[in-house]
């Protein structure tokens, strides 16, 4: 069946950088653009950022631009995030999503807190 793990999240001061990943299985991965997305407490989850199945074509949250970069190894069928320059605003869990058979799958979410 199809599973997306996350990993990556964590406590980083302002300004800092972390990298997510999101290892899939269950699906022919290669085939399908995939996609991040975030859920701060108290709010509505929103995405993030969005990867062609080739990984040619990007797209961000106007709040992230120049500052997340999303990519992908179709041979690791991994998907990646990396965050820069995190603000306290970008607290939230993260969670890795594909639109497979009809069906939109979630990974368990990994939490990603700025704080000084």
């Known amino acids: 069946q199809v599973q997306l793990v996350e990993s990556g999240g964590g406590l980083v001061q302002p300004g800092g950088s972390l990298r997510l990943s999101c290892a899939a299985s269950?699906?022919?991965?290669?085939?399908?653009?995939m996609r991040w997305y975030r859920q701060a407490l108290g709010k509505e989850r929103e995405l993030v950022a969005v990867i062609t199945s080739a990984g040619g074509s990007t797209n961000y949250a106007d709040s992230v631009k120049g500052r997340f970069t999303i990519s992908r190894d179709n041979a690791k069928n991994t998907v990646y995030l990396q965050m820069n320059s995190l603000k306290p605003e970008d607290t939230a869990v993260y969670y890795c999503n594909a639109y497979v058979f009809l069906h939109n799958y979630w990974g368990q979410g990994t939490q990603v807190t700025v704080s000084s």
């Open positions: 269950g699906f022919f991965f290669s085939s399908y653009a």
